[in-house]
């Protein structure tokens, strides 16, 4: 089934984010290598592609899993989670439709 991931970053976090990119995108590659990312992007804080020292305030996934409980667990395992990007994050069962 499809879950939706929605991150809230925290206030003043895009050096952090910025920093732990590389380990959050290489995470993502995984699941998309096995066919199981629907979408997934992060939330610019202004009206651009390119905010810049603005920065983001959050993410979105939606990624398939076997179940709430394994997408909870690959949630609190993604290293922006780890490394305290985060404020929030909401884990919900998503069902596509188109």
Avoid at 61 to 67: H, K, L, R, T, V
Wanted: proline letters at 7%.
């Amino acid at each position: 089934m499809w879950y939706a991931i929605i991150c809230e970053d925290k206030p003043n976090s895009l050096e952090l984010r910025m920093e732990t990119r590389p380990a959050h995108l290489e995470a993502l590659q995984a699941l998309q290598n096995e066919g199981r990312i629907l979408t997934a992007g992060p939330l610019p804080a202004i009206d651009s592609e390119n905010p810049g020292d603005n920065g983001f305030t959050g993410s979105i996934i939606i990624a398939e899993f076997d179940s709430l409980d394994d997408a909870k667990a690959w949630a609190a395992n993604d290293p922006y989670a780890v490394a305290g990007v985060f404020a929030n994050v909401v884990v919900k069962p998503y069902k596509k439709v188109f």
